[in-house]
């Protein structure tokens, strides 16, 4: 049983339960390519350039080429979220807390995803047949911080990134950035009028696009290892998340714990980094 549930032992001072401000469940999924797969791992095969060659002589041999194929490995993580709320508990409160707790138990499940999530487009991805290769994300597609927050610069360079290696731009594009970013650009004395317009409807959230990127504000970002924020831009097909098992609740008695409620969560995912390419990680100084 939660130590906090005291909090909400009430008599006069409140009619209901409130959820603390936090993130409701996961923002990036729907950013990202998503697979439900069966099983402890799972192999996506890929398929690489290939290029073709010039017939100079009539009647000539059939020319064979080597299609180039690739694979990702991903591993399954489970993640689980359990509490138990006592029928005294319920007595002593106004209302019945249940519903709230599996609230909160959802969100921590939809937390964990884009954990999962950014830690994939940022990380190693284990590759080969038996997936037992590491691939780091090349310096190449990292963007130094330059001693300055996110610019208009370093947006065109992210883009210019992508649309270098060919990636296709009818991906949807994505760029992952926290509060802070945000603000960067509204301070940036760079901006024009016209980019000015653009971002402040950006921070008030009429808009959510610029730069041909789809912007996601998170606090769930990381910084690395001289506490710049990594902020990651991508293409949607850039990352798989794969799904054994979809968030799945539970909400009933257990006869062990004096018939206590328990609220039960678990879900069972995993991610992974498919292209390179398709990924650009961006130092921004805070």
Sequence with gaps: MSSQITTAFVNQFSANVTMLSQQMGSLLRSAVDVETINGEKAFFDQVGQAAAVQKTTRNSDTPLMETPHARRQVSLKDFEYADLIDDQDKIRMLIDPTSTYARAAA????????????????????????????????????????????????????????????????????????????????????????????????????????????????NRLSTDSNSDRQVIAWAQSGCKLAVGKEPTSRIEERADKSYATQVYYCSSFSATRMEEEMVVEIACSE
């Design 107 to 218: 969100a921590a499940i939809g937390r964990a995803m884009d954990d999962e999530i950014i830690s994939a487009l940022i990380g190693s991805a284990n590759t080969g047949k038996t997936g037992s290769t590491s691939v780091a994300l090349p310096a190449a597609q990292k963007i130094a911080h330059g001693s300055a927050g996110l610019t208009i610069a370093k947006l065109v360079e992210a883009k210019q990134k992508l649309d270098e290696k060919s990636v296709d731009p009818s991906i949807r594009r994505y760029i992952a950035v926290s509060p802070k970013q945000i603000s960067d650009l509204l301070n940036n004395t760079t901006v024009t009028s016209a980019d000015f317009n653009t971002v402040r409807a950006l921070s008030t959230g009429s808009i959510n696009e610029f730069v041909g990127f789809t912007f996601i504000v998170t």
